[in-house]
């Protein structure tokens, strides 16, 4: 099995990576959500509103990412059956 961690990938919004101190990083993206209050999911931004999100882990877990048409994917690799 594998696992993988994923920002939203919004136009002309490169995802900001920062360090956190031994051996971390912390990768955000933000932008305007799509997603409505309602029981349909939608597609539709809200641009009234913002919406930040990050993936936190190892410097060598989230050096690279992989690119999709909606997403950066991110490896989570597993130690022992389990994500580190």
Same mark, same amino acid.
């Given at each position: 099995m594998e696992l993988a961690a #994923?920002?939203?990938q919004k136009s002309s919004?490169?995802? %900001?990576?920062?360090?956190?101190g031994r051996d971390m990083l912390a990768v955000v993206t933000?932008?305007?959500p799509a997603?409505?209050?309602?029981?349909? #999911?939608?597609?539709?931004e809200l641009p009234?509103?913002? %919406?930040a999100l990050a993936v936190i882990g190892r410097n060598d877990q989230l050096a690279s990412?992989?690119?999709n048409a909606a997403n950066?994917?991110?490896?989570v690799f597993r130690k022992?059956?389990?994500?580190?």
């Open positions: #994923a920002l939203p919004i490169d995802p %900001l990576a920062t360090s956190l933000w932008g305007h997603v409505a209050p309602g029981t349909k #999911a939608g597609t539709t009234s509103e913002d %919406l990412s992989i690119q950066y994917l991110f490896d022992n059956n389990s994500a580190e």
